[in-house]
């Protein structure tokens, strides 16, 4: 039931961009992301609903296809700080579910 | 401001020896879980509780005990920590329990080592 996140890990250059993508096998009600560095606890960065609907955060925005129980993560022109490991969340019932992860290092 | 508390960050213990790991949130979220934190296994949900008296188990909860005898408090208990317990271990809570729209907020994080 822990959605699977593609790629595991991908090293970008400053300024390049980046897509991350996350699978689920159950009917979605809602997708979040997050941002954790290592050792720190996980940051929220923004929550999908049901509908399509794409958001953003700065240079960082999302999108979730509930029909095809999937949600992508753009990270456009990226920054050092936006090294870390990322996951997504799932909501199915009454348990939260964290994705497998995605380790994203940016280099200069 | 609206935190999340865990104590302690650290913690160093013998295996048998029973813990707690404490867990407080200020913000009257109803739903709190806790999870452990594995290189290569991501965060993996232990108990949860949607509120007061109502617990429930996650993916990995052998081994573990909870309580939700009041809103703002979830502690995590082990009753004798073996080594295979030793991980990072968070508390998080949110506000909506039926459809989980609203972000999670985490504690610091507990380090654990059961030697």
């Known amino acids: 039931q822990q959605p699977v996140q593609s790629p595991q890990a991908v090293i970008l250059r400053e300024g390049e961009d980046a897509v991350i993508n996350c699978s689920s096998s159950?009917?979605?009600?809602?997708v979040h992301w997050y941002r954790q560095k290592h050792g720190e606890a996980p940051v929220f960065l923004m929550i999908l609903l049901k509908g399509g609907e794409q958001k953003g955060h700065e240079k960082i925005s999302a999108s979730f296809n509930e029909k095809k129980q999937q949600s992508s993560l753009y990270l456009t022109a990226s920054q050092l700080s936006y090294s870390g490991t990322y996951f997504c969340g799932t909501y199915t019932g009454n348990q939260f579910y964290f994705g497998t992860g995605t380790s994203l290092t940016v280099i200069p | 401001e609206a935190q999340v508390t865990q104590n302690p960050r650290y913690l160093i213990t013998v295996t048998g020896k029973k813990l707690t790991v404490t867990c407080s949130q200020n913000m009257n979220h109803e739903y709190m879980s806790w999870y452990r934190q594995d290189p290569g296994l991501g965060l993996r949900q232990i108990y949860y509780s949607m509120n007061v008296e109502v617990t429930d188990k996650g993916d990995v909860p052998e081994g573990y005990k909870v309580s939700r005898k009041e809103k703002r408090n979830f502690p995590l208990i082990l009753e004798s920590p073996s080594p295979n317990q030793t991980s990072l271990y968070f508390c998080?809570?949110?506000?909506?329990?039926?459809?989980?729209?609203?972000?999670?907020?985490f504690g610091q994080g507990t380090r654990l080592t059961v030697v």
């Open positions: 159950k009917a979605l009600y809602s």
């Open positions: 998080a809570s949110s506000t909506t329990t039926i459809i989980m729209n609203t972000e999670a907020f």
